[in-house]
């Protein structure tokens, strides 16, 4: 049965159209009036069907001209989405999801390595319980606050009997080429999905994973979830901080031996591609595993506009998704412990009949914040300012998608399972970017990355936290026939 983009929200798919997003983290204070306004609001909420129409309009104008790559147009786009705990207050309390019910805070602190003393306090109720949150995406955030102020305000805050209290807001601003503020492009490789994105004809990308690994109630969705959840989909919310100036201190002390000649002088591009392995893709956002060599470019400062600056063959390069790991027993090019092979396997992940698993995957709609790092900033190799990702992910089961991806991917150091082979029995080690370990786990803390010298000799390095779990939780964003149900 096809899907209904009218009833999916769009940020789900195929995402909401942004330069500016804020997340606004409500109570519900007065269920029976927010029920009663929510079925009104409706008619602002962005539909799949209303974001695809935005995005085909932008390409179409800047293809014939009209528009150029970094102009912007005058957009506003508008989700919502509810907690367990908001869930509850209207009345629905079981979506059949158990790490949904319990919560992020119980989860990912509790019960995973996210450290207390770093959680805002806000993301542990310090202001209330958050019952919900809305995603307001525009061209600009003032175009964003005047949505909030003319329109969300009269609606829910301000009316007679006001039903929400608004708790607190994060704001991300999308950074130039999209990237993110380590300096490599973001959002590459998302998952098609099928019946929505036209499949890949790559010979080895991925091929298109079934709609219900996404969207609740849909093909491929193997999980016994209420009717009226169908085509929502849960969205995990993560603010992440980056420390830029901390990691390219470590980076450099790690690295630099490997990275210097006989007469002490680094050589050029060695910090790049040592740095890269641990991404596993060049800061321009073509993969290791198809350019891994150092040959492959120009200097330690390569970024995402030198990469357009190559031609048409390099920029295809850029956004190819045409490659599966093999031979998975060497890696001679990708390393088994870089962030991009640890969080979406390819082959390294089969099922039982030797076909690519990819029931795991998410889609991916984060948004940088805080300002770009400064020079000041990275020749005292400490932060001045704070600054991140609020990382957003769908999937239509937490257990299968970000929690596997996070706790049994990129946490564990024998991931991808069966590597040691080669190896003397060297594991992985964790994800280099966002993998975590105890506070007091002075073992686990490593990865295992190729030399620059041989890339079949492994150099296991000490790993060090340059991206912290500040807060976050877990959502149900409904359709939109799933917000008539909650509005009963």
């Not at 901390?246 to 690295?255: A, D, G, P, R």
């Not at 210097?260 to 991404?279: P, Y």
């Not at 805080?370 to 999937?395: A, K």
Request: aromatic share 8%; net charge negative.
């Amino acid at each position: 049965m096809a899907l209904n983009l009218k009833n999916i929200q769009g940020d789900i798919w195929p995402k909401l159209p942004k330069k500016t997003e804020i997340f606004l983290f409500f109570e519900i204070t007065n269920a029976p009036t927010f029920k009663e306004k929510l079925n009104g609001f409706t008619k602002h909420l962005t539909s799949a069907h209303d974001a695809q129409q935005i995005l085909r309009d932008i390409k179409r104008r800047k293809d014939n001209g009209e528009l150029q790559s970094d102009d912007i147009i005058d957009i506003e786009a508008v989700n919502i989405a509810f907690s367990g705990k908001g869930l509850k207050k209207l009345g629905k309390e079981d979506l059949g999801d158990d790490i949904f019910k319990k919560g992020m805070y119980n989860d990912m602190v509790v019960e995973g390595l996210d450290r207390d003393a770093e959680w805002h306090g806000e993301f542990k109720g310090s202001r209330g319980e958050i019952h919900g949150v809305f995603l307001l995406a525009g061209s600009t955030e003032k175009a964003v606050q005047d949505f909030m102020v003319n329109v969300l305000n009269p609606t829910f805050k301000n009316a007679p009997g006001g039903s929400v209290k608004y708790l607190f807001a994060q704001t991300g601003e999308v950074l130039p080429h999209e990237t993110e503020h380590f300096g490599w492009a973001d959002g590459v490789s998302q998952p098609m999905i099928k019946g929505l994105d036209e499949p890949s004809t790559e010979k080895l990308a991925p091929p298109s994973i079934k709609p219900g690994i996404i969207l609740v109630g849909t093909e491929g969705d193997t999980e016994n979830h209420p009717a009226w959840a169908k085509e929502g989909s849960f969205l995990v919310f993560r603010r992440l901080k980056q420390l830029v100036p901390e990691s390219i201190q470590w980076v450099i002390e790690t690295f630099k031996p490997q990275a210097t000649n006989d007469k002490g002088e680094l050589m050029m591009g060695a910090l790049s591609t040592l740095s890269s392995r641990l991404m596993g893709r060049w800061r321009d956002g073509v993969s290791l595993e198809q350019k891994p060599h150092t040959d492959d470019i120009m200097n330690d400062e390569a970024t995402v506009d030198d990469g357009l600056k190559k031609g048409p063959e390099h920029i295809a390069l850029m956004k190819s998704n045409d490659f599966n790991y093999h031979d998975v027993q060497w890696q001679d090019k990708c390393p088994f412990a870089s962030h991009i092979r640890k969080t979406r396997p390819r082959g390294d992940h089969l099922d039982k009949d030797g076909n690519l698993d990819d029931t795991h995957a998410i889609v991916r709609r984060g948004i940088p914040y805080g300002p770009r790092t400064q020079g000041t900033e990275t020749n005292s190799g400490v932060s001045m300012h704070d600054r991140g990702l609020l990382f957003v992910s769908y999937q239509s089961n937490l257990r299968n998608g970000f929690r596997h991806m996070q706790k049994e991917w990129s946490n564990k150091v024998n991931y991808p399972l069966g590597k040691g082979t080669n190896y003397g029995g060297q594991q992985p080690g964790l994800d280099p970017i966002i993998g975590q370990w105890a506070e007091d786990d002075n073992e686990n803390n490593y990865a295992n990355i190729p030399r620059l010298d041989d890339p079949r000799k492994l150099e296991k390095i000490k790993l060090e936290r340059i991206v912290i779990a500040e807060g976050g939780e877990y959502f149900f964003t409904p359709s939109f026939s799933g917000i008539k149900e909650l509005c009963k």
